[in-house]
Nanobody, 121 residues
Framework: HVQLVESGGGSVQAGGSLTLSCLVF??????MAWFRQAPGTEREGVAA????????LYADSVKGRFTISQDNAKKTVYLQMNSLKPEDTAMYYC?????????????????WGQGTQVTVS
């Protein structure tokens, strides 16, 4: 039974930092990603990591501020978020794909977590 469980969300002031975690049962998939969705907007890809953590990709809006990483032993994918802005406020979702694909397209992901809220004021 596959499960993705996010944690680490919260409220922070602009310029602050948060680290999101995604615990993956039973193991990390080929491609893991973080998406976010603000009220009234479409869900958008934030960052992805694939090939055992050897490669990463980011949305232009978060490049240089966010870092995605994974710890295979802990079966956890992280999203380190620095220099947070109010426009980063959203529900953040972890997603897992069993194969490679266009990382920011939701359709390639087989599994999704329930989301964790990030609020930047």
């Amino acid at each position: 039974h596959v499960q993705l469980v996010e944690s680490g969300g919260g409220s922070v002031q602009a310029g602050g930092s948060l680290t999101l975690s995604c615990l993956v049962f039973p193991s990390i998939h080929h491609t893991m990603a973080w998406f976010r969705q603000a009220p009234g907007t479409e869900r958008e890809g934030v960052a992805a990591i694939y090939d055992g953590g050897r490669n990463t990709l980011y949305a232009d809006s978060v490049k240089g501020r966010f870092t995605i990483s994974q710890d295979n032993a802990k079966k956890t994918v992280y999203l380190q978020m620095n220099s947070l802005k109010p426009e980063d406020t959203a529900m953040y979702y972890c997603a897992g794909s069993l194969k490679a694909g266009v990382w920011h397209r939701m359709g390639i992901y087989n599994y999704w977590g329930q989301g964790t809220q990030v609020t930047v004021s």
